[in-house]
């Protein structure tokens, strides 16, 4: 059975900073690109930072230099280092895993999603 579990989310206020972590069971960790969306109250989901072995990392812009994106491969396990947070951060946060396909560690597609956690910066 697969499993895709999200944990580390909560409340923190701007500045603050959380870790979040994506436990993977199921499938071949290795093998996939793992990547970070969030989703915020009315707005489209958006992919926030990607990892894998082959492609490296990626992040979007407006995340660069305050989250980092980790993999503990021993632990199928990723991790999304979120720091000097700021309330537009406020979502849930997924984790997501496909193949790559040409756009560094971007799936095209996606084979599994966790279930989110909550991540709410107050201002």
């Known amino acids: 059975e697969v499993q895709f579990v999200e944990s580390g989310g909560g409340l923190v206020q701007t500045g603050g900073s959380l870790r979040l972590s994506c436990a993977a069971s199921?499938?071949?960790?290795?093998?996939?690109?793992i990547v970070w969306f969030r989703q915020a109250p009315g707005k489209e989901r958006e992919g926030v930072s990607c990892?894998?072995?082959?492609?490296?990392?990626d992040y979007i812009d407006s995340v660069k230099g305050r989250f980092t994106i980790s993999a503990d491969n021993a632990k199928n396990t990723v991790y999304l280092q979120m720091n000097s947070l700021k309330p537009e951060d406020t979502a849930v946060y997924y984790c997501?895993?496909?193949?790559?396909?040409?756009?560094?560690?971007?799936?095209?597609?996606?084979?599994?999603w966790g279930q989110g956690t909550q991540v709410t910066v107050s201002s």
């Open positions: 997501a895993a496909g193949f790559t396909a040409g756009w560094g560690c971007w799936p095209r597609d996606y084979d599994y």
């Open positions: 199921g499938f071949t960790f290795d093998d996939y690109a």
């Open positions: 990892i894998s072995s082959t492609d490296g990392t």
